[in-house]
């Protein structure tokens, strides 16, 4: 894979690289909304963690949190968040489901993932605990459908499509996305291969992660069909633990990231066609090309794949925004392009940890778990120059917290010219909170 890199620097200018990075950084002044803050009041939600929110036609927003629900179920909910009547006026939130978790019902637990819509209206999503699967202590997790009520005041109804079984089946699943066929496609963190052990924590995980298809039923009321397209890892210098979501380009190709493995252990990016083989389009070096990539991919135009990698290989462990570009004429080796690489010091945001948003002019948007005045992260834009060139990077919020050292591990989406974003921790009681901001 080639590998050319857009801005960089070295640890010996360390200096030199201070004066460069202020001159880089553009501050701007945005005024970011919490549309919703999450209370310790036992009924709400709480801790949302970094997520594809869903926006419907009508602007309403829709989440989960990872904990809460009520005073009896502490597994987590799927909300939404109405938009206000008349412009400035408060949000209105609707617990659409509160997890029931594991024990006795089998029900899900602890959604770390977003929703997705159907062209029905139907919310999918999946839970990283739950289920009755036996293998894994709390339940392998679980795929869930939410259908809402024929009448507004009536309760959505949640179908369990598939609840994992841990070993050869994948356990610990990420976001789900439907491909080109209607299929819902995802990614577990564990789980697959026989005889490899992956370490996570305390304890080694039997296999290190799959890809899945979820094929809906041919009547109504059926049962999906499940099956793995790829294991990790399949063979050497593949990856381990991919990350949590896979997006689709018009030729049906899937695409997504793995944290670690590779060749030199800090991750890679993969593609695999509709016949599921895979290839390899970049493996990490833990260099100036970046490692670690923490979140999934975003499609630009001619083919192009923006990411963000955790760590720098320059300046500690700052983190990159790297470009994917396809070879001309579709045979070859991708080319890598480093867009940004953060600085491990000052003002700007450190560890880019979740997937970018882009919007129609080819701007990107994301988020830092650390770095910024508090350094509690920060949301950034990054926009290309015109005819090439070094991107320009734009701090457009600044998170502020007591605890300084903290992460607020957010992610934002870009939708109708809006960002929309949540945050695992802050808010008025430090549960998280959904913001949006204009970029």
């Excluded at 609840?163 to 496609?185: A, C, H, K, M």
């Excluded at 934002?412 to 913001?435: A, E, P, W």
């Amino acid at each position: 894979m080639k590998t050319t890199i857009a801005k960089t620097f070295l640890p010996a200018a360390v200096l030199l690289a201070v004066a460069v990075f202020a001159g880089n950084i553009a501050a701007q002044a945005q005024t970011l909304t919490t549309i919703h803050s999450f209370p310790s009041n036992g009924s709400d939600g709480q801790e949302p963690y970094p997520q594809h929110l869903a926006i419907d036609s009508h602007g309403a927003v829709y989440g989960t949190t990872v904990t809460g629900g009520s005073t009896q179920s502490e597994w987590g909910t799927v909300l939404q968040l109405v938009p206000p009547a008349n412009p400035g006026g408060a949000w209105t939130e609707n617990m659409i489901y509160t997890f029931q978790g594991w024990y006795p019902t089998g029900d899900g637990a602890q959604p770390q993932s977003g929703v997705v819509f159907d062209q029905n209206g139907n919310l999918y999503g999946t839970t990283y605990f739950g289920g009755n699967g036996q293998a894994c202590g709390g339940g392998c997790g679980i795929v869930y459908e939410l259908s809402p009520p024929a009448q507004p005041a009536d309760p959505w109804t949640r179908t369990i499509i598939y609840t994992f079984q841990g070993g050869y089946d994948g356990y610990r699943p990420g976001e789900v996305t439907f491909g080109p066929n209607g299929s819902l496609y995802g990614t577990t963190q564990f789980g697959g291969v026989a005889g490899v052990h992956c370490q996570g924590g305390s304890r080694d995980f039997v296999g290190c992660g799959t890809v899945f298809e979820l094929t809906p039923p041919a009547k109504p009321g059926g049962k999906w069909t499940k099956t793995i397209l790829h294991n990790f890892p399949a063979y050497a210098g593949d990856g381990l633990t991919p990350t949590p979501d896979v997006i689709f380009d018009s030729q049906g190709n899937l695409y997504g990231a793995a944290g670690g493995g590779g060749t030199s252990g800090y991750g890679m990016v993969f593609q695999l066609t509709p016949t599921s083989k895979e290839a390899v389009l970049h493996d990490f070096t833990g260099r100036s090309d970046g490692g670690y990539p923490g979140g999934g991919l975003v499609l630009g135009a001619n083919g192009v794949l923006y990411g963000a990698a955790s760590y720098s290989g320059v300046l500690n462990a700052s983190g990159v925004v790297f470009q994917l570009t396809p070879p001309t004429g579709g045979k070859g080796a991708w080319s890598e392009t480093v867009l940004y690489t953060f600085p491990a010091f000052g003002r700007d945001g450190t560890t880019p940890g979740s997937t970018l948003a882009l919007d129609p002019n080819g701007n990107l948007y994301g988020t830092t778990d650390f770095g910024g005045s508090s350094n509690c992260g920060t949301v950034f834009k990054l926009a290309p120059a015109s005819g090439g060139g070094e991107w320009t990077e734009t701090i457009l919020h600044d998170w502020a917290c007591a605890n300084s050292g903290s992460t607020n591990e957010s992610r934002v989406v870009y939708d109708n010219g809006l960002l929309y974003g949540t945050t695992i921790y802050l808010g008025s009681k430090n549960l998280g909170q959904v913001f949006t901001l204009v970029p």
